[in-house]
């Protein structure tokens, strides 16, 4: 039996359906998922439609990855944004945030951050996102820092800053300690996905030994 198209778009829009479309088969079904026809069937167009928007798949996979980083941004965004809460609650609540978006969606983790598109990730970020992918390579000057997007590095650093700000974190590089930060959730989030820590059910307690442990090298010492 013919497989039946799918017409989830409409006259206008092919281009963020394509984007969608597959960042939603990749979440799903993986990376390995994504083909133009298969991406063609879905949304009952054709492939030379496709090539009206993108050259070839690898330049639609650059803005796949650019909307998952969106995604994960919305996923983290809310709990930076609430002023109404203590700085440490928010920084809290941004790391368990962080592994929960990666554990449950372990195949667009991976696509934002493994190594199979990592070529295309770096090339995307530093055409269409420059100040990211400058602040990625170390670049904390304040022209960068104010002027990058709301991606969820950036509002990791400058919740870094504040927290400096405040007396509450030391006066250290926020880059690096962002970093430090960022290989920890990374780890345990990876250690996660690829089955070696047998946790699911237990991340938050996980969570928690580790965030005692990074703040005590954070917090200044009031003595």
Request: proline residues 0%.
């Given at each position: 039996m013919k497989k039946k198209k799918h017409t989830s778009y409409h006259h206008g829009n092919l281009k963020e359906s394509l984007i969608?479309?597959?960042?939603?088969?990749v979440d799903k079904e993986g990376l390995e998922a994504i083909t133009l026809r298969e991406l063609a069937n879905r949304l009952g167009t054709s492939r030379s439609a496709i090539y009206r928007h993108f050259e070839g798949k690898e330049a639609l996979m650059k803005q796949v990855i650019l909307a998952g980083f969106d995604r994960l941004d919305a996923a983290i965004e809310p709990y930076f944004n609430n002023k109404e809460s203590p700085l440490l609650e928010r920084f809290h609540a941004m790391g368990i945030s962080y592994v929960?978006?990666?554990t449950e969606n372990p195949n667009l983790y991976r696509l934002l951050f493994g190594p199979v598109m990592s070529k295309e990730?770096?090339?995307?970020?530093e055409t269409e996102r420059p100040d990211l992918h400058k602040i990625l390579?170390?670049?904390s000057s304040a022209e960068v820092i104010e002027t990058a997007p709301d991606d969820s590095f950036?509002?990791?650093v400058t919740i870094i800053i504040e927290a400096q700000d405040q007396e509450i974190f030391k006066k250290e590089d926020p880059i690096l300690i962002a970093t430090a930060i960022w290989s920890l959730l990374h780890g345990l989030s990876m250690?996660?996905?690829d089955g070696h820590l047998s946790i699911s059910?237990?991340?938050?307690?996980?969570?928690?030994?580790n965030y005692k442990i990074l703040l005590e090298g954070l917090v200044r010492s009031h003595s």
């Open positions: 969608h479309t597959a960042l939603d088969m929960t978006f990666a990730r770096e090339e995307v970020c390579h170390g670049d950036h509002k990791l250690l996660i996905i059910d237990n991340v938050q307690a996980v969570y928690e030994v």
